[in-house]
C-alpha cells in the first residue's frame, strides 16, 4: 500500500476537525492496488444537553429565549 494515502488520509482528516465524534477511513482496493479511501466523519450530540436547552425554552414565556 502506498504510504502516501496515509499521509493524504491523515491530512484530510486534520482539515475535517472532529471534537466529539467519529472519523472512519475506508480503503477500497481493486486487483490488489488502492485505488481510492473514502473519509467518514460524523458528530456526537449529548441528549442532556439537547434536552436542557428544550428545558429551558419551555420556561420561558411564549418560548421566547432569554
Do not use: W
Not at 22 to 34: K, Y
Not at 36 to 45: A, F, H, N, P
Amino acid at each position: 500500500m502506498n504510504e502516501n494515502a496515509f499521509v493524504a488520509a491523515l491530512q484530510d482528516i486534520n482539515n475535517h476537525p472532529v471534537r466529539f465524534g467519529e472519523c472512519t477511513i475506508t480503503f477500497t482496493f481493486h486487483d490488489g492496488r488502492l485505488q481510492y479511501y473514502t473519509l467518514t466523519t460524523s458528530e456526537r450530540k449529548n441528549i442532556a444537553e439537547i434536552n436542557t436547552g428544550f428545558k429551558k425554552m419551555e420556561n420561558m414565556p411564549n418560548g421566547k429565549t432569554a
